[in-house]
């Protein structure tokens, strides 16, 4: 007897001005039954510059969203159309892969999903692809990560608040204590800029250093909302 096979799920990252989190949200569960995280955030990109990430307002929201991987382009789709993500500064979203998630909450992400023509990443491959840098360090060295990072060549990113909440056994094992009051940076850059950039925070504010920093990187399957959007993520006129 042969087994039901079981749809993967992703992980959908959008970070968009403050506010537009709902609109979002509210698009996005008109095509499926999803669950969504919200977290409070804030730009990095100097006033003086137009960043091409979409992340030059200070104000971020930053949505997390279960969906089925075969709705991945659909979705995406949604969110350009919602917030105009193809208008520089209205925000970006992309998609990471999921290794494993509960399965109460997969099948009820998965379940009854509408049918979707999809490739094997749920879209077309970028030309050039791209990794999300996540650094958590000590807010007292927030100017010095940015600093590195815009050296490294990040044009953008978005800054959260964050607090470390036991960490008593990697500190006893590696000889040095991690923050507790912590910021994170996060970054989309493309991937051949990956290692300077996470090179250049660790540089500045690494374990060593009294920044104590943890730089990690993530594959971005799909994004949009770079200032432009290929038409594979556009509504087509009926």
């Given at each position: 007897?042969?087994?039901?096979?079981?749809?993967?799920?992703?992980?959908?990252?959008?970070?968009?001005?403050?506010?537009?989190?709902?609109?979002?949200?509210?698009?996005?569960?008109?095509?499926?039954?999803?669950?969504?995280?919200?977290?409070?955030?804030?730009?990095?990109?100097?006033?003086?510059?137009?960043?091409?990430?979409?992340?030059?307002?200070?104000?971020?929201?930053?949505?997390?969203?279960?969906?089925?991987?075969?709705?991945?382009?659909?979705?995406?789709?949604?969110?350009?159309?919602?917030?105009?993500?193809?208008?520089?500064?209205?925000?970006?979203?992309?998609?990471?892969?999921?290794?494993?998630?509960?399965?109460?909450?997969?099948?009820?992400?998965?379940?009854?999903?509408?049918?979707?023509?999809?490739?094997?990443?749920?879209?077309?491959?970028?030309?050039?692809?791209?990794?999300?840098?996540?650094?958590?360090?000590?807010q007292e060295f927030s100017d010095a990560?940015?600093?590195?990072?815009?050296?490294?060549?990040?044009?953008?990113?978005?800054?959260?608040?964050?607090?470390?909440?036991?960490?008593?056994?990697?500190?006893?094992?590696?000889?040095?204590?991690?923050?507790?009051?912590?910021?994170?940076?996060?970054?989309?850059?493309?991937?051949?800029?990956r290692n300077d950039i996470m090179q250049?925070?660790?540089?500045?504010?690494?374990?060593?250093?009294?920044?104590?920093?943890?730089?990690?990187?993530?594959?971005?399957?799909?994004?949009?909302?770079?200032?432009?959007?290929?038409?594979?993520?556009?509504?087509?006129?009926?």
């Amino acid at each position: 007897m042969s087994q039901k096979r079981i749809e993967r799920t992703k992980l959908m990252i959008s970070i968009v001005n403050r506010g537009e989190e709902t609109n979002l949200t509210d698009a996005l569960g008109e095509e499926a039954r999803l669950l969504h995280y919200t977290f409070l955030g804030r730009g990095t990109a100097r006033s003086n510059i137009l960043d091409y990430f979409g992340l030059t307002a200070l104000e971020k929201s930053i949505v997390a969203t279960v969906i089925p991987a075969s709705m991945e382009k659909r979705l995406l789709t949604v969110a350009v159309e919602t917030l105009r993500l193809y208008l520089v500064g209205n925000g970006i979203a992309f998609t990471v892969p999921l290794t494993a998630l509960s399965a109460l909450i997969a099948n009820a992400v998965t379940t009854d999903v509408p049918n979707q023509k999809t490739t094997a990443k749920g879209g077309k491959k970028m030309n050039v692809q791209y990794e999300l840098i996540a650094a958590v360090y000590d807010q007292e060295f927030s100017d010095a990560v940015l600093e590195a990072a815009r050296g490294a060549g990040a044009v953008g990113g978005t800054l959260l608040n964050a607090r470390t909440l036991s960490a008593e056994g990697v500190e006893q094992f590696i000889g040095v204590r991690i923050s507790h009051e912590s910021e994170i940076l996060l970054v989309v850059t493309e991937k051949e800029r990956r290692n300077d950039i996470m090179q250049a925070i660790r540089d500045r504010a690494g374990l060593k250093t009294g920044g104590r920093a943890i730089v990690i990187s993530l594959p971005i399957d799909a994004l949009v909302g770079i200032g432009t959007v290929s038409d594979e993520y556009r509504q087509k006129d009926s």
